[in-house]
């Protein structure tokens, strides 16, 4: 289990809440300014979670407003399918993506067809600490025009929650027994725990690991009565916090998990009960977990929160991000 994690103060500038918070070394920062609203309304399957479309011309960095499109009617069809314990909605103009939600809509989850999408990694500017980056990380056309979902990372470098390979390069040791997704060069994302599930080989662009297993071998790890430093330290100490995770179904698929205010027991539940068997959790604390669905929409891109409780705009990853993230790209 990693080490405790140092607390600092942090002044959120988000005019819109006013509020000051003690937070971690994954704390968070001002939000990326205001969203252009359209007239959208509740997708059926997520009561209580209105979508925040924006959309944004993929040639010229300028949001503007845009109507959303309404949800197909019938579930993803191809090889793979979501796990029928939750009920599903299916993602407009995407068959490999899947929306559902618990504990009264509090936790967020958005299912992925992994065959069916490739899986782009884009470094931070200043985090992961001292990693290498390319050219094209520095160039959104290399993502904005098949980008159909996009989520957050992990925490920084010096929490110490685990290791960090991208491009060659191991800019933190990888830990045995540490959980981690793993992305290759042909675009393929899989999650598990290192030395067991996931080695290291020639195929392997990144790895990028967060903690201890969350969820291994379809049993959530994370408990209701863990200490608040046992899933890193948030909000001055305070045992719940947004959150975020990321796991991987036996058949290959895969869920991100988005929870507002919640504890890690929680998220580690959740993604049980949406048929995950290894999770690695991600970020946490008020802005840095995210979670994004978009649309090509008549050349402009169409962004949506998985869930109303997420501070940032979509259209943060319109552009290479101050933290890290994975652009979800249609094949």
């Given amino acids: 289990m990693p080490g405790r994690f140092a607390?600092?103060?942090?002044r959120l500038a988000a005019a819109a809440l006013g509020l000051v918070f003690l937070v971690s070394g994954c704390a968070p920062s001002a939000t990326s300014g205001p969203l252009a609203r359209s007239a959208a309304t509740k997708a059926p399957a997520l009561t209580g979670h209105s979508s925040s479309p924006v959309s944004m011309s993929v040639t010229a960095p300028k949001l503007t407003a845009a109507a959303a499109i309404s949800a197909p009617a019938n579930l993803p069809t191809g090889s793979l399918r979501p796990t029928t314990g939750l009920p599903w909605t299916p993602v407009a103009g995407s068959p490999a993506l899947a929306l559902a939600s618990t504990d009264g809509g509090t936790v967020s989850l958005l299912w992925m067809d992994a065959g069916r999408l490739r899986f782009r990694y884009v470094p931070g500017t200043s985090v992961p600490e001292g990693g290498p980056a390319t050219a094209a990380d520095?160039?959104?056309?290399?993502?904005?025009?098949?980008?159909v979902a996009g989520?957050?990372?992990g925490f920084l470098l010096k929490d110490h929650a685990g290791g960090y390979y991208y491009l060659g390069h191991t800019v933190a040791p990888l830990r045995p027994?540490?959980?981690?997704?793993e992305i290759s060069k042909s675009g393929?994302?899989?999650?598990?725990?290192?030395?067991?599930?996931?080695?290291?080989?020639?195929?392997v662009l990144v790895v990028r690991q967060n903690l201890r297993p969350l969820v291994d071998h379809g049993v959530a790890l994370a408990r209701p009565g863990d200490s608040a430093s046992a899933w890193g330290l948030a909000n001055g100490g305070l045992p719940r916090a947004n959150r975020s995770a990321l796991g991987r179904l036996s058949n290959g698929s895969l869920v991100f998990a988005y929870g507002a205010n919640v504890l890690a027991s929680t998220m580690a539940s959740s993604l049980v009960r949406a048929g995950v068997t290894e999770a690695v959790m991600l970020d946490m604390n008020i802005s840095w977990p995210t979670g994004f669905t978009y649309s090509q929409v008549g050349g402009h891109l169409l962004g949506h929160k998985i869930n109303s409780h997420i501070v940032r705009s979509?259209?943060?990853?319109?552009?290479?991000?101050?933290?890290?993230?994975?652009?979800v790209l249609a094949r």
């Fill in 314 to 327: 979509p259209s943060t990853y319109f552009a290479r991000f101050r933290k890290d993230f994975v652009a």
């Fill in 7 to 10: 607390v600092r103060p942090v």
């Fill in 138 to 147: 520095n160039t959104p056309s290399a993502w904005l025009s098949r980008m």
């Fill in 188 to 203: 393929a994302l899989t999650v598990g725990v290192w030395g067991r599930d996931l080695r290291m080989s020639p195929n």
């Fill in 151 to 153: 989520f957050n990372s």
């Fill in 177 to 181: 027994g540490y959980a981690a997704f």
